[in-house]
Protein backbone atom coordinates (compact mmCIF):
# COMPACT_ATOMS: atom_id res chain seq x y z
CA UNK A 1 0.00 0.00 0.00
CA UNK A 2 1.07 3.92 -1.05
CA UNK A 3 1.90 5.67 2.17
CA UNK A 4 -0.18 8.92 2.20
CA UNK A 5 2.61 11.53 2.30
CA UNK A 6 3.75 9.66 -0.95
CA UNK A 7 0.27 9.48 -2.55
CA UNK A 8 -0.05 13.65 -1.70
CA UNK A 9 3.16 13.49 -3.76
CA UNK A 10 2.04 11.85 -6.36
CA UNK A 11 -1.30 13.43 -6.96
CA UNK A 12 0.04 17.29 -6.08
CA UNK A 13 3.22 17.21 -8.67
CA UNK A 14 4.01 16.72 -12.28
CA UNK A 15 7.32 16.02 -12.70
CA UNK A 16 8.20 13.67 -10.80
CA UNK A 17 11.01 11.08 -10.04
CA UNK A 18 11.70 7.11 -8.65
CA UNK A 19 15.23 6.78 -7.37
CA UNK A 20 15.55 3.15 -7.42
CA UNK A 21 18.18 0.96 -5.36
CA UNK A 22 19.47 -1.61 -3.42
CA UNK A 23 20.99 1.32 -0.97
CA UNK A 24 23.58 -0.93 0.75
CA UNK A 25 24.43 1.26 2.26
CA UNK A 26 23.49 4.70 0.38
CA UNK A 27 26.16 6.99 -0.32
CA UNK A 28 26.99 10.58 -1.49
CA UNK A 29 27.25 9.45 -5.44
CA UNK A 30 23.16 8.53 -5.02
CA UNK A 31 22.47 11.73 -2.99
CA UNK A 32 24.31 13.48 -5.96
CA UNK A 33 22.82 11.77 -8.54
CA UNK A 34 19.10 12.62 -7.59
CA UNK A 35 19.49 15.79 -7.05
CA UNK A 36 21.48 16.42 -10.48
CA UNK A 37 18.58 14.42 -11.97
CA UNK A 38 16.48 17.31 -9.96
CA UNK A 39 17.80 20.01 -11.57
CA UNK A 40 18.23 18.56 -14.99
CA UNK A 41 15.01 17.62 -15.54
CA UNK A 42 13.27 20.69 -13.43
CA UNK A 43 11.36 18.00 -11.17
CA UNK A 44 9.37 18.42 -8.28
CA UNK A 45 10.39 15.29 -6.23
CA UNK A 46 12.32 12.66 -6.18
CA UNK A 47 11.00 9.31 -4.17
CA UNK A 48 13.66 6.74 -3.03
CA UNK A 49 12.64 3.58 -3.47
CA UNK A 50 14.83 1.01 -1.63
CA UNK A 51 14.09 -2.27 -3.48
CA UNK A 52 12.46 -4.94 -1.33
CA UNK A 53 13.31 -8.61 -2.46
CA UNK A 54 14.45 -8.42 -5.46
CA UNK A 55 14.62 -11.59 -7.77
CA UNK A 56 17.74 -11.45 -9.02
CA UNK A 57 19.45 -10.89 -5.85
CA UNK A 58 20.55 -13.89 -3.09
CA UNK A 59 18.56 -12.30 -0.02
CA UNK A 60 21.21 -13.40 2.15
CA UNK A 61 23.88 -11.22 1.21
CA UNK A 62 21.69 -8.00 1.16
CA UNK A 63 21.56 -6.30 4.46
CA UNK A 64 17.82 -6.13 6.04
CA UNK A 65 15.60 -4.06 4.17
CA UNK A 66 14.51 -1.94 7.64
CA UNK A 67 18.12 -0.90 8.07
CA UNK A 68 18.66 -0.15 4.39
CA UNK A 69 15.49 1.98 4.87
CA UNK A 70 16.47 3.95 7.52
CA UNK A 71 19.77 4.99 6.27
CA UNK A 72 18.06 6.00 3.12
CA UNK A 73 15.44 8.11 5.52
CA UNK A 74 18.31 9.65 7.29
CA UNK A 75 20.37 10.59 4.24
CA UNK A 76 17.57 12.18 2.55
CA UNK A 77 15.52 13.65 5.61
CA UNK A 78 17.53 17.50 4.96
CA UNK A 79 16.65 17.93 1.46
CA UNK A 80 13.01 19.10 0.64
CA UNK A 81 12.46 17.91 -2.45
CA UNK A 82 13.67 14.15 -1.53
CA UNK A 83 11.08 11.45 0.52
CA UNK A 84 11.22 7.34 0.68
CA UNK A 85 8.67 5.03 0.39
CA UNK A 86 8.65 1.63 1.80
CA UNK A 87 6.74 0.55 -0.56
CA UNK A 88 8.91 -2.59 -1.74
CA UNK A 89 10.13 -2.70 1.72
CA UNK A 90 7.01 -3.87 2.97
CA UNK A 91 5.89 -6.03 0.25
CA UNK A 92 5.93 -9.53 1.03
CA UNK A 93 8.14 -12.57 -2.13
CA UNK A 94 9.58 -10.78 -5.08
CA UNK A 95 9.03 -7.07 -5.79
CA UNK A 96 9.09 -6.17 -9.36
CA UNK A 97 9.69 -2.42 -10.27
CA UNK A 98 6.68 -3.07 -12.78
CA UNK A 99 4.21 -3.34 -9.81
CA UNK A 100 5.43 -0.41 -7.82
CA UNK A 101 4.98 1.94 -10.87
CA UNK A 102 1.23 0.88 -11.80
CA UNK A 103 0.87 1.96 -7.86
CA UNK A 104 2.19 5.07 -8.34
CA UNK A 105 0.73 5.98 -11.63
CA UNK A 106 -2.54 4.53 -10.08
CA UNK A 107 -2.60 7.55 -7.81
CA UNK A 108 -0.85 10.20 -9.96
CA UNK A 109 -2.81 12.95 -11.17
CA UNK A 110 -3.29 12.69 -14.85
CA UNK A 111 -0.28 14.33 -17.19
CA UNK A 112 2.26 13.14 -14.77
CA UNK A 113 5.64 12.35 -15.67
CA UNK A 114 7.42 9.57 -14.13
CA UNK A 115 11.51 9.36 -14.27
CA UNK A 116 12.90 6.19 -12.56
CA UNK A 117 16.51 6.60 -12.36
CA UNK A 118 19.02 4.08 -10.90
CA UNK A 119 22.09 2.60 -11.92
CA UNK A 120 23.26 2.30 -15.56
CA UNK A 121 23.93 -1.83 -15.39
CA UNK A 122 20.05 -1.81 -15.44
CA UNK A 123 20.30 -1.10 -18.97
CA UNK A 124 21.56 -4.60 -19.35
CA UNK A 125 19.33 -6.51 -18.01
CA UNK A 126 16.35 -4.28 -17.94
CA UNK A 127 14.45 -6.20 -20.93
CA UNK A 128 14.34 -9.49 -18.40
CA UNK A 129 12.59 -7.42 -15.70
CA UNK A 130 8.47 -8.30 -15.52
CA UNK A 131 6.72 -6.36 -18.24
CA UNK A 132 9.29 -4.40 -19.41
CA UNK A 133 7.73 -3.07 -22.32
CA UNK A 134 4.85 -1.61 -19.95
CA UNK A 135 7.65 -0.43 -17.69
CA UNK A 136 9.56 1.27 -20.66
CA UNK A 137 6.50 3.04 -21.70
CA UNK A 138 4.85 4.44 -18.32
CA UNK A 139 8.66 5.59 -17.36
CA UNK A 140 11.50 7.45 -18.57
CA UNK A 141 14.41 6.02 -17.95
CA UNK A 142 17.96 7.76 -16.28
CA UNK A 143 20.98 5.68 -16.42
CA UNK A 144 23.38 6.99 -14.01
CA UNK A 145 26.75 6.07 -15.03
CA UNK A 146 30.35 6.04 -12.84
CA UNK A 147 33.53 7.11 -13.81
CA UNK A 148 35.22 4.26 -15.96
CA UNK A 149 32.02 3.65 -17.48
CA UNK A 150 32.14 2.05 -21.66
CA UNK A 151 30.19 4.94 -23.10
CA UNK A 152 30.08 3.46 -26.69
CA UNK A 153 28.78 0.07 -25.14
CA UNK A 154 26.07 1.54 -23.44
CA UNK A 155 24.91 3.79 -25.97
CA UNK A 156 24.63 0.51 -28.15
CA UNK A 157 22.91 -1.32 -26.18
CA UNK A 158 20.86 1.81 -25.12
CA UNK A 159 20.14 1.86 -29.21
CA UNK A 160 19.30 -1.39 -29.59
CA UNK A 161 16.54 -1.60 -26.78
CA UNK A 162 15.55 1.55 -28.47
CA UNK A 163 14.90 0.43 -32.16
CA UNK A 164 12.78 -2.48 -30.94
CA UNK A 165 10.82 -1.17 -27.89
CA UNK A 166 8.90 2.21 -27.28
CA UNK A 167 11.29 4.06 -24.66
CA UNK A 168 12.67 6.64 -23.57
CA UNK A 169 16.22 5.92 -21.64
CA UNK A 170 18.74 9.09 -20.93
CA UNK A 171 22.45 8.48 -19.54
CA UNK A 172 23.56 10.82 -16.33
CA UNK A 173 27.30 10.91 -16.31
CA UNK A 174 27.91 11.73 -12.74
CA UNK A 175 31.60 12.91 -13.42
CA UNK A 176 34.30 12.09 -11.04
CA UNK A 177 32.21 10.48 -8.28
CA UNK A 178 33.51 7.55 -7.96
CA UNK A 179 31.98 6.54 -4.79
CA UNK A 180 30.05 2.33 -4.60
CA UNK A 181 28.50 0.89 -1.88
CA UNK A 182 30.40 -2.39 -2.34
CA UNK A 183 33.95 -0.31 -1.65
CA UNK A 184 31.82 1.64 1.20
CA UNK A 185 31.00 -2.46 2.31
CA UNK A 186 34.67 -3.86 1.95
CA UNK A 187 35.85 -0.62 3.71
CA UNK A 188 33.75 -1.28 6.93
CA UNK A 189 35.10 -4.81 6.55
CA UNK A 190 39.05 -3.29 6.20
CA UNK A 191 38.50 -1.22 9.13
CA UNK A 192 39.39 1.85 6.69
CA UNK A 193 37.44 5.35 6.87
CA UNK A 194 33.45 6.02 5.20
CA UNK A 195 34.09 9.55 6.54
CA UNK A 196 32.75 11.88 2.93
CA UNK A 197 31.91 8.73 1.09
CA UNK A 198 28.12 8.60 3.44
CA UNK A 199 26.21 10.91 5.48
CA UNK A 200 27.14 11.46 9.36
CA UNK A 201 24.09 9.76 10.14
CA UNK A 202 24.66 7.38 8.07
CA UNK A 203 27.75 6.55 9.13
CA UNK A 204 27.47 6.59 13.12
CA UNK A 205 24.02 3.92 11.75
CA UNK A 206 26.97 2.10 10.48
CA UNK A 207 29.15 1.79 13.30
CA UNK A 208 26.01 1.82 16.05
CA UNK A 209 24.27 -1.25 14.25
CA UNK A 210 27.63 -3.21 13.21
CA UNK A 211 26.66 -3.68 9.78
CA UNK A 212 29.57 -4.82 7.02
CA UNK A 213 31.92 -5.95 9.65
CA UNK A 214 31.73 -9.62 8.63
CA UNK A 215 31.40 -9.58 5.33
CA UNK A 216 30.65 -6.11 3.54
CA UNK A 217 26.87 -6.96 3.98
CA UNK A 218 24.64 -8.92 7.21
CA UNK A 219 21.60 -11.04 7.10
CA UNK A 220 17.63 -10.20 6.78
P1 LIG B 1 21.94 -2.51 -7.40
O1 LIG B 1 22.44 -3.91 -7.18
O2 LIG B 1 21.52 -1.71 -6.23
O3 LIG B 1 23.01 -1.73 -8.24
C1 LIG B 1 23.55 -2.14 -9.47
C2 LIG B 1 24.53 -1.05 -9.91
O4 LIG B 1 23.85 0.18 -10.16
C3 LIG B 1 25.57 -0.74 -8.85
O5 LIG B 1 26.73 -0.35 -9.50
C4 LIG B 1 24.93 0.43 -8.10
O6 LIG B 1 25.88 1.22 -7.45
C5 LIG B 1 24.25 1.19 -9.20
N1 LIG B 1 23.02 1.83 -8.72
C6 LIG B 1 21.92 1.21 -8.23
N2 LIG B 1 20.96 2.09 -7.97
C7 LIG B 1 21.47 3.30 -8.27
C8 LIG B 1 20.94 4.61 -8.24
N3 LIG B 1 19.68 4.83 -7.86
N4 LIG B 1 21.73 5.63 -8.63
C9 LIG B 1 23.00 5.40 -9.05
N5 LIG B 1 23.55 4.18 -9.13
C10 LIG B 1 22.79 3.14 -8.75
O7 LIG B 1 20.76 -2.47 -8.41
P2 LIG B 1 19.67 -3.49 -8.77
O8 LIG B 1 19.45 -4.51 -7.72
O9 LIG B 1 19.89 -3.92 -10.15
O10 LIG B 1 18.37 -2.57 -8.68
C11 LIG B 1 18.26 -1.31 -9.28
C12 LIG B 1 16.77 -1.01 -9.38
O11 LIG B 1 16.23 -1.83 -10.39
C13 LIG B 1 15.99 -1.34 -8.11
O12 LIG B 1 14.96 -0.42 -7.96
C14 LIG B 1 15.43 -2.72 -8.40
O13 LIG B 1 14.25 -3.03 -7.68
C15 LIG B 1 15.17 -2.60 -9.88
N6 LIG B 1 15.13 -3.93 -10.53
C16 LIG B 1 13.93 -4.43 -10.87
C17 LIG B 1 13.84 -5.69 -11.47
C18 LIG B 1 12.48 -6.22 -11.85
O14 LIG B 1 11.49 -5.53 -11.69
N7 LIG B 1 12.42 -7.45 -12.34
C19 LIG B 1 15.00 -6.41 -11.73
C20 LIG B 1 16.23 -5.85 -11.38
C21 LIG B 1 16.29 -4.60 -10.76
P3 LIG B 1 25.91 1.20 -5.84
O15 LIG B 1 26.22 -0.22 -5.49
O16 LIG B 1 26.97 2.15 -5.49
O17 LIG B 1 24.54 1.59 -5.44
Redesign the pocket.
Known amino acids: MIENRIKYILQDNKRIAI ?5 DPI ?1 F ?2 LI ?1 AETVREKYNLDKVIF ?1 P ?1 GN ?4 DKRRVTSKEDRYNMVQMATASNKYFDVSRM ?1 IDRDGY ?4 DTIREFVSVSSKGTDIYF ?3 A ?2 VY ?1 ILT ?2 DADELLSVCRFIA ?1 TRPGYNKKELEEEINTIKSNHKCNINVLEIPDIA ?4 DIRQRVMKGSFIKYLVPEHVEAYIRKHAIYQNRGGHNE
Open positions: MGGTFHGHALSPPHKETYTIITGDADWKVISST
